[in-house]
């Protein structure tokens, strides 16, 4: 096995649809794998020292290098491990557009429709978790309220996902998995599992078909570590180093100048470190931690906030 530092560690829990997504991004590269399994609800006393704040799920750790958010992932991902590419060349504007959508538009309504619909047997923890963790939009009450609605956006949209697969084609763009079958399965997995009596797939064999055939393909191979054991790496190794291919200059945010960084939807709690690195794509902050010691924190530019703190 590869040493401590350059092991990929996945801070995650099973329920998660985003973790769910990079579980088989992980598994289309066919890579090994560390498993830390994170609460579902605040407090996450583990993660905080390795990310300085952000409490989303999933989180991938290398070393001393944390990476927030699934679009972040997904890209080290591909740098790491070229072959098969998760962002074809000619594709990566496409692909990352449609993400983009699965990821917010469509997630948000499948979680709509799942709490909706299971509103009064989810835990009392979990209901006031979500609704201040999104500032009031992950409203049990007012989803269940609003499930006939919520439940024609989704049908609608998997009818898109549907004709997606109209030409017999394989995949979402061609005859090979790429980030947007990941980004799409993940909210379709949780609405499939959770869902499951509200016939949401009726009519919808080529979706459910394509569901099969992304699950196939597996998670790659995990092995357990614990929170205290990914923090020791985490101390023990240094962040690595970084060259961006369109550095940039953020006014008031020059290299080395502290700066604050946070999710501009939900989930926004800030976090704040040192600038290391920012481009069109991507931005690395440096932070240290008493238990975790120097890390980076890599987030996607797109979807967050970057100001002097
Ligand atoms: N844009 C983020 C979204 C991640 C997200 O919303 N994850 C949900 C779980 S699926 C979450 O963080 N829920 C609250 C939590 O786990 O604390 C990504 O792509 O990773």
């Not at 597996?218 to 570590?225: N, S």
């Not at 945010?253 to 794509?281: C, E, F, I, M, N």
């Not at 975790?292 to 100001?307: C, D, I, Q, Y």
Request: one cysteine or more.
């Amino acid at each position: 096995m590869a040493d401590a530092a350059s092991q990929l560690i996945l801070h995650h829990y099973p329920n998660s649809p985003f973790a769910e997504k990079a579980r088989l991004m992980l598994g289309h590269k066919g890579v090994a794998w560390r498993s830390v399994i994170i609460p579902r609800v605040m407090p996450k006393p583990d993660l905080m020292p390795l990310t300085g704040g952000y409490r989303k799920t999933p989180v991938m750790q290398i070393g001393a290098d944390i990476f927030c958010d699934s679009a972040c992932i997904a890209r080290e991902l591909d740098r790491r491990f070229p072959s098969p590419p998760l962002f074809t060349s000619g594709g990566r504007g496409r692909l990352a557009i449609m993400g983009a959508w699965a990821d917010s538009k469509l997630f948000l309504e499948v979680v709509g429709v799942v709490f909706g619909t299971n509103a009064d047997t989810v835990p009392e923890d979990l209901k006031i978790d979500r609704h201040r963790f999104s500032d009031g939009l992950i409203d049990l009450d007012r989803f269940k309220a609003d499930q006939a609605y919520l439940r024609s956006q989704v049908r609608s949209h998997l009818f898109w996902i549907e004709h997606a697969l109209d030409d017999g084609r394989m995949f979402i763009d061609g005859d090979r998995a790429t980030y947007v079958d990941f980004c799409v399965y993940g909210p379709l997995w949780m609405l499939r599992n959770r869902a499951a009596d509200l016939a949401m797939f009726v009519d919808m064999p080529r979706t459910l078909a394509w569901m099969d055939r992304l699950a196939s393909r597996g998670h790659g191979t995990p092995e357990d570590l614990s929170s205290a054991d990914a923090l020791l790496i985490a101390r023990d190794t240094e962040p690595a180093e970084i060259t961006l291919a369109h550095a940039e200059e953020v006014a008031g945010t020059g290299h080395g100048r502290r700066v604050t960084v946070s999710a501009d939807d939900y989930g926004k709690d800030p976090v704040t470190g040192y600038l290391v690195a920012v481009d069109a794509q991507r931005i690395v902050i440096r932070r240290s931690d008493p238990v975790a010691g120097a890390v980076n924190v890599h987030f996607p530019r797109a979807g967050f906030r970057l100001v002097p703190a």
